[in-house]
């Protein structure tokens, strides 16, 4: 099965892929579908927890321009860079989730990496 046949179905068809088949590349359409709230959920989780309102004003600017900044990104620069920041998978286990060799995963981080420091 393709990446563009999942990417083509739903949820709940990858769901059951990911639950029966253990389909990596199924789970790993969903991660990309819900970035935006894995990319809320970690910044959550990397925040204190003060509830002033400056401090929630300033979390919600934080998080409208990366989620500005991800989504102008390239596809397949956005996808390395969730699976490697979100998701903590390795150059090899990259490589295998956008069917590419591990090279080809290096070298889109590489070229991701300097979009990431000017943000």
């Known amino acids: 099965m393709t990446r563009e046949d999942l990417e083509h179905m739903t949820d709940n068809q990858l ?3 990911v639950r029966k088949e253990n389909l990596k590349a199924a789970y790993d359409v ?3 579908r819900y970035y935006q709230d ?3 959920f970690c910044m959550k989780m990397r925040g204190d927890d003060s509830s002033s309102p400056e401090t929630v004003y300033v979390k919600n600017e934080e998080y409208e ?3 500005k900044w991800i989504e102008e990104l390239p ?3 956005r996808r390395v860079l969730l699976l490697f920041c979100v998701e903590v998978m390795s150059y090899q286990e990259i490589a295998i989730s956008m069917e590419e060799n591990v090279a080809q ?3 889109l981080l590489h ?3 300097p979009i990431v420091i000017k943000v």
């Open 15 to 17: 769901m059951e892929l």
């Open 65 to 67: 321009e990366l989620l």
């Open 38 to 40: 894995a990319v809320r």
């Open 105 to 107: 995963a290096r070298v």
């Open 111 to 113: 070229k991701a990496g």
């Open 30 to 32: 969903l991660v990309l």
């Open 75 to 77: 596809k397949d620069y």
